[in-house]
């Protein structure tokens, strides 16, 4: 669970997972084009991709709003 929570790995999975392949643009930025475009096409494939893709700054997200809500000691 502790690795969950460390925001370091979380960034490093976002820069490498979440953005792989770089070229021609970032396969992340890709599909989130496609579903703001109405998601035309897509296959079950397209959408197991974008979860594939998109959990890792999901957890980041995660770790960063209990970073935040956690009382300072």
Do not use: S
């Not at 109405?38 to 957890?59: N, Q, S």
């Amino acid at each position: 669970m502790e690795l969950l929570n460390n925001w370091k790995l979380m960034l490093l999975l976002c820069l490498t997972l979440g953005l792989a392949p770089y070229f021609p643009e970032p396969h992340l930025w890709g599909k989130l084009k496609w579903v703001g475009g109405g998601a035309t096409g897509m296959a079950f494939m397209d959408w197991f991709d974008l979860l594939l893709h998109g959990t890792p700054f999901l957890l980041l997200l995660r770790v960063v709003i209990i970073k935040l809500r956690t009382p300072k000691q």
